[in-house]
């Protein structure tokens, strides 16, 4: 399934609209909404770094795209899910196959619904 609730990006990975006012407006520099104050990326929350010695290095936080809940690089959440401006992969999942299924009211087979929701009635696997 692809997750297209995410906000549109440039080659920065920075978000073209603010994700919470919708400014379109910003320098060349910007990291911050100019109106509103929200980040214009997707940062995750970030890993503190040892050198090796065990010892603290830096924090480093990683860009990620428009629709990611999570981090590509260290699995921990991002800004806009944890500002809410993303939902949980399972409300967006729901919410597209309720819109399929009223979409295409003759798709109600089992098989396509397993497919969209996951589930499967499949007995076979099952020892009796």
């Given amino acids: 399934m692809i997750y297209d609730d995410g906000f549109a990006m ?3 990975l920075r978000v073209t609209q603010c994700p919470k006012c919708g400014n379109e407006q910003f320098s060349n520099e910007a990291e911050f ?3 509103c104050g929200v980040s214009l990326y997707n ?3 970030g890993e503190d770094i ?3 010695n065990g010892k603290f290095d830096h924090h ?3 860009k990620n795209s428009g629709n990611a809940r999570f981090c590509e690089k260290c699995g921990r959440p991002t800004y806009f899910f944890k500002e ?3 939902l949980p992969y399972d409300d ?3 919410e597209y196959v309720e819109r399929y299924l009223k979409a295409n009211p003759t798709a109600i087979s089992g098989n396509t619904v397993m497919v969209l929701t996951g589930v499967s009635d499949d007995n076979d696997d099952l020892p009796f």
């Fill in 10 to 12: 440039d080659v920065n």
């Fill in 33 to 35: 909404c100019r109106i």
């Fill in 43 to 45: 940062l995750c929350e």
């Fill in 50 to 52: 040892y050198d090796y």
């Fill in 60 to 62: 480093e936080e990683h």
């Fill in 84 to 86: 809410a401006f993303l």
């Fill in 92 to 94: 967006v999942r729901e």
